[in-house]
């Protein structure tokens, strides 16, 4: 197989890198390909940013931001070398290592982290009016947990079950960002899981045009959840995150990570480090949760280890890395 890290993965990316460059094809630029998510969620926006800053600051590579399914579509394609650098929920990411969750089977795969991002959180939406105050209210009720393969689902079936409520106690829909929201909209479903960076994009826009209700999660849900998944942590979205959103929202979080396969050269992990965070100025006009990235999130949140072109980079920061993200 071709290296992810050395070849454009199509044939499309390849005449536009030659076309880019003004030269023949064997000197054309080195494509590095972005699993990102659905377009109405922050992966996609960041993914394309971040991809421009890549392109720009390394000049002999082409980025390109990928749409996909999410978090366990992503580490999938990762661990077959058909994307560079993915997205990924904590959660997901520390299953995909430990072989466990959506991942069991694998023996599980040898990822890495570039940085931990800004915290992923658990949003559970319904319309202002709607019967359902609690978690425990979905029970019959027609329910968006996240697209197949996305982190979203993960999260929603580990708080569900952790709490008692399988996928038989109400009908499930398997919708991304922008389905749940055109869903609960139309009537058509009656609350719905986001697991983003707020704000949503799809969430505001729904929020524009219905009013919308976010469901607080209670201390011993969180604790269950908790317990089930290391990775989560209780988090408290702000009033005023969501026009009409007047109370703080007691919820969940885990961290986002930029994940890439252990064995992607070193050199190269410390370029795309690098580069990440001196684009954070321009990262967080696209979306202002990139204004949670930071070398201490990384270090004080990454559920997973480094790698050890992100570790060189942190160090020459002269911060202390913590044993635990050291690797092995």
């Not at 890495?112 to 939406?125: E, I, Q």
């Not at 009033?239 to 890439?260: D, H, K, M, R, W």
């Given at each position: 197989m071709p290296s992810v890290y050395s070849r454009p993965r199509r044939l499309g990316l390849f005449a536009f890198a030659v076309l880019l460059c003004g030269c023949d094809p064997g000197d054309r630029p080195d494509t590095i390909s972005i699993a990102t998510a659905g377009t109405g969620g922050v992966y996609y926006l960041?993914?394309?940013?971040?991809?421009?800053?890549?392109?720009?600051?390394?000049?002999?590579?082409?980025?390109?931001?990928?749409?996909?399914?999410?978090?366990?579509?992503?580490?999938?394609?990762?661990?077959?070398?058909?994307?560079?650098?993915?997205?990924?929920?904590?959660?997901?990411?520390?299953?995909?290592?430990?072989?466990?969750?959506?991942?069991?089977?694998?023996?599980?795969?040898?990822?890495?982290?570039?940085?931990?991002?800004?915290?992923?959180?658990?949003?559970?939406?319904?319309?202002?009016?709607?019967?359902?105050?609690?978690?425990q209210d979905l029970r019959g009720r027609r329910v968006s947990v996240g697209a197949p393969g996305s982190g979203t689902e993960v999260a929603a079936r580990t708080l569900l079950e952790a709490n008692g409520i399988g996928y038989e106690a109400f009908s499930p829909q398997r919708l991304n960002f922008n389905e749940s929201a055109n869903a609960l909209r139309d009537g058509q479903a009656d609350a719905a899981f986001w697991s983003v960076g707020p704000p949503a994009g799809s969430l505001l826009d729904l929020a524009t045009v219905r009013s919308v209700r976010i469901i607080s999660l209670l201390p011993g849900e969180r604790e269950r959840a908790?317990?089930?998944?290391?990775?989560?942590?209780?988090?408290?979205?702000?009033?005023?995150?969501?026009?009409?959103?007047?109370?703080?929202?007691?919820?969940?979080?885990?961290?986002?990570?930029?994940?890439?396969?252990?064995?992607?050269?070193?050199?190269?992990?410390?370029?795309?480090?690098?580069?990440?965070?001196?684009?954070?100025?321009?990262?967080?006009?696209?979306?202002?949760?990139?204004?949670?990235?930071?070398?201490?999130?990384?270090?004080?949140?990454?559920?997973?280890?480094?790698?050890?072109?992100?570790?060189?980079?942190?160090?020459?920061?002269?911060?202390?890395?913590?044993?635990?993200?050291?690797?092995?």
């Open positions: 960041l993914g394309g940013a971040l991809a421009e800053s890549w392109s720009r600051e390394l000049p002999d590579r082409i980025a390109v931001a990928e749409v996909t399914g999410g978090s366990v579509e992503n580490l999938n394609l990762l661990s077959r070398a058909q994307v560079t650098v993915a997205f990924s929920m904590g959660t997901n990411a520390d299953q995909a290592l430990r072989g466990i969750g959506p991942f069991v089977g694998t023996g599980g795969i040898e990822v890495r982290a570039l940085a931990a991002l800004y915290p992923n959180v658990l949003h559970l939406v319904t319309l202002e009016g709607s019967e359902i105050e609690t978690l908790g317990a089930a998944d290391p990775t989560l942590r209780s988090h408290t979205l702000l009033a005023g995150t969501y026009p009409g959103q007047i109370e703080e929202v007691a919820t969940l979080a885990t961290p986002n990570v930029l994940v890439v396969r252990a064995d992607m050269p070193e050199e190269l992990a410390w370029e795309l480090t690098r580069v990440l965070f001196e684009s954070l100025p321009e990262l967080s006009q696209v979306h202002p949760a990139a204004g949670g990235i930071t070398p201490a999130y990384t270090l004080e949140n990454s559920p997973i280890p480094l790698h050890p072109g992100a570790l060189r980079y942190f160090r020459d920061l002269g911060l202390p890395i913590p044993r635990s993200l050291e690797g092995h």
